[in-house]
């Protein structure tokens, strides 16, 4: 594995609107959300995925619980499968001496504890490079490309079950407001404010000034929402462009009619610019989340 794993405590919950608070998260009270949060997960699960995924750069916390949809219906049945897969994330004996964990502090890794269980799913997955290729991630994860479209059809339903609609809110008014304040500003790689920006180091303090966390780079990020269909993009949204191995190269904040907020590319300015004639673009994401946190 690449990284060493972060502490868990306050971990931001990245699925719900502005300030939302936990409570709200939980019993699916958010006012104008579909559903609050996806009501076939527990609570505790939801946390441990969300705070778990948190521990691996590019790894998205509706992977993990899609994972812990199929493989025990989160924590409904740990075992053992007729192959001699046990737990909530039904490990297998050898990636279980391998990446196995203590997931809660207690001393010990046990795979039938949830959270160290979906604590060493992440391991796992990140160690089996989960932010360069999730399809191959989770195919080391269990040896089925059936399963793994199967995993990658639940984490989208998952995100989609707590969306809410983030234009025309206050949200998307501070997103855009920092934005428009840095424009004129010099690009420069990596930086990310105040005195100069790369894109995603933009999109990340616009966000950040709404009260959001998103991730730093813009692969991350573009993983990180819900994708929007091309037709139905609002302010707010990211736009996506120029995609490479291991995601979109760029990104810009979605301002209306056709423009975006961006900053370019070396020698030039954060700017106003048109992302509907670019012939490199992917795709929108709608960042609907807060800073609610499991605690």
């Not at 269909?229 to 609002?234: D, F, N, T, Y």
Request: net charge positive; with cysteine.
């Amino acid at each position: 594995m690449r990284g060493v794993m972060a502490a868990v405590a306050g971990m931001v919950l990245v699925v719900v609107l502005l300030t939302g608070v936990t409570s709200a998260l939980l019993d699916g009270s958010l006012p104008g959300a579909p559903t609050g949060r996806p009501r076939d997960i527990p609570p505790r699960y939801l946390a441990l995925y969300v705070k778990a995924a948190e521990t691996c750069r590019g790894l998205d916390w509706a992977l993990l619980a899609a994972i812990g949809k199929v493989e025990s219906g989160h924590g409904t049945k740990t075992g053992p499968s007729s192959a001699g897969a046990l737990g909530p994330m039904q490990f297998m004996p050898a990636p279980w001496k391998a990446y196995g964990i203590d997931g809660d502090g207690d001393g010990r890794a046990d795979i039938m504890n949830p959270a160290d269980a979906v604590f060493s799913a992440a391991r796992y997955l990140c160690a089996s490079g989960v932010d360069r290729d999730v399809r191959r991630a989770l195919f080391a994860y269990n040896h089925s490309w059936a399963y793994v479209d199967r995993v990658l059809a639940a984490a989208e339903r998952h995100r989609r079950a707590v969306v809410v609609a983030l234009p025309q809110t206050e949200v998307a008014a501070r997103v855009i407001a920092y934005a428009r304040a840095q424009l004129g500003k010099p690009y420069r790689w990596g930086a990310d404010g105040p005195d100069a920006f790369d894109c995603s180091g933009l999109t990340m303090r616009a966000y950040q000034a709404a009260g959001i966390t998103i991730p730093r780079v813009t692969y991350d990020q573009w993983r990180h929402g819900v994708h929007a269909p091309a037709g139905q993009e609002q302010p707010g949204d990211l736009a996506f462009f120029r995609m490479e191995p291991n995601g979109p190269g760029h990104v810009g904040i979605v301002i209306g009619g056709g423009q975006m907020i961006h900053a370019p590319q070396t020698g030039d300015v954060v700017k106003v610019g048109s992302y509907a004639e670019r012939s490199d673009f992917i795709g929108f994401t709608r960042m609907a989340e807060s800073a609610a946190r499991f605690d």
